[in-house]
Structures are given as structure tokens and as C-alpha cells.
């Protein structure tokens, strides 16, 4: 049943969270390195997800799992949240967080450039604008403006950056692609991420006691990015009478983030990070309103 009202309640809580995140990453890497925040996070995020399995009566759903789904979790797992948040924790663990939040934000651009490659989708030209537009933006970010050196204010952070971006997408691709319940999905996802991230831990060596700062910070993290965000967002997703009204109210998160990083990580945000997110943004809404007038021609042509 279809309830607007709290729809947008339930989103807005959702953005609210994912906007601290920018802020949690770089404050919680002041007390752990970025594999030991990740194991912690990930163990989190599982145990809670665990709990909404079982919340919501979807035990019997994981006996039902066949192999090729399992595989496919096995592969998903490995995107997303083992290579994704290892590579993003790394970035933010080089670059300003405003730098971390405003690149990261080109992972809708390249679900467009992952879709058009793998999934046989058609671009237009407009598309095509708004993914050149989007990448301006990122470039505007990375060189904090100044054209005329061209160098990054940390090459192997903005590439990190970006790379996140990749993994996110690609994760999504495989994501579309497998019809089962988001949240069962996730759960098993979860679980093979927390695996891969404990044996590259042990790999490293690098399992350490951790101070209680930064056990609190990973503990938010794992719940509120990777857990009960995700479990607030499908739930507005599925009341909203239209998902577009839910989804686009994404876009203010990483302006608000921008904010959080300026008073509680003290970043003084450049005239530049603002002016390339707002480019990447246009990018995005161009590209979405591209779709929309795509889907409208559609229409016009099957009446």
C-alpha cells in the first residue's frame, strides 16, 4: 500500500544518515586504518542485517537459495562492501572529505556508462552531454579549479575516489540483473563481504585491538550506511507512488554532507568543491531527465 507521507519521512531520515557519513569516515580513519574499519563495519552491518532477516520472517528464504544465486551473491559481496568501502576508506584516508564526498558522487554517471557497455542500453546525445558534463565536475574537484596546472591535489586519493565510483556501479549492474528480495539479498551479500574483508585482514596482519573511538565510529557506520539506511530506503521506495519523488531527494545529501564535514571535521570547503558538485549534479538530473523524455516518446509511440 502506497503511503506518500511517510515515504518522504522514511527517505529524508535515510538522507539525513548517508550525510553524515562523509564526516563518520574521516573522523572514525583517525582511530582505525581503513581494512580494520571496514571489518568491523561489515560485521555490523551483517549482524543487523541478520536481525531484519529474521525481523521480517525471511529465514526459510535462505534454504530456497539455489547455487547460481549464491555464486552470484559470492560476486556481488566482492564489489560491494568489500572493494567498494576498501577502496573508499582508502580515498578518504588521502583526500579531504569534501573531496571523498563530491567524487564518489559520479557513481550514478557511471551506472549509465556501466549500462550502455554491459547492458546493450542506447544513448542519446543529451545522455551523452550529461556524462561529459558530470566528469567536467569531477575534474572542477579534483584540481580545486586550477586549470592551468593540470595536477590532482592527490592523484592516488582522486583515483581511488573515482575507483569507488566503479565498483559501485558494477555492483549495481550485477544487482539489476538478480530478481530476489533486496534485503535477503543483502544479508547474503553481507556475508560473503564480511568474509573477504576478514581474510584480507588476517592476510595483512593487520588485526589489532582498536580503541573504543574508533569501534563506535565503525559500529555507526556498519548500521548506518551499510545496515538500517538501506532497510529505510527500500521501505520509501515501495510506499512512494512514484520512485522518482523518493529518489530525487538524493541529491540534497551531498550538499548537506558538505556542511557536516565544514563544522565537524573543520575542512574549510573550497569555492571549488561546491561548483563541481553542482556540475556533477546537473550532469545526474540531465541524464535522468534524458530517460524521462525517452520514456515519454515510448509512450507516445505505442498510443
Known sequence: ?????????????????????????K??????????????????AFVFLGIVVMAKGKLDVLKTITLKQTLNSAL???FNPFMYYLVLFEAYNRIPAQEGVALNYIW???LVVFSIIFLKQKINRLSLLAIVVSFVGTLVIAMHGNFTEFKFSNTTGVILAIGSALFWASFWIINLKDPREAIVKMFVNFAFGAGYILAWNIYKQNIEIP????????????????????VLWLTALKLSTNTARVSNLVFISPFVSLMLVSVFVG???????IIGLAI?????????YSQW????SVEKVNS
Request: no cysteine; charged share 10%; proline share 4%.
Open 27 to 44: 573522523l572514525t580513519l583517525n582511530y582505525l586504518n581503513p581494512a580494520m574499519l571496514l571489518l568491523i563495519a561489515t560485521f555490523t
Open 211 to 230: 580503541s573504543i573511538n574508533g569501534i563506535v565510529g565503525a559500529i555507526y557506520i556498519g548500521v548506518f550506511e551499510m545496515g538500517l539506511t538501506f
Open 280 to 288: 556533477i549534479v546537473s550532469g545526474i538530473v540531465l541524464q535522468q
Open 293 to 296: 523524455r525517452d520514456g515519454k
Open 76 to 78: 556481488m559481496g566482492l
Open 267 to 273: 575542512e574549510k570547503i573550497l569555492p571549488s568543491t
Open 1 to 25: 500500500m502506497h503511503n506518500q507521507p511517510k515515504a518522504y519521512s522514511l527517505a529524508l531520515i535515510s538522507i539525513v544518515f548517508w550525510s553524515t557519513m562523509g564526516t563518520g569516515f
Open 108 to 110: 550514478p554517471v557511471m
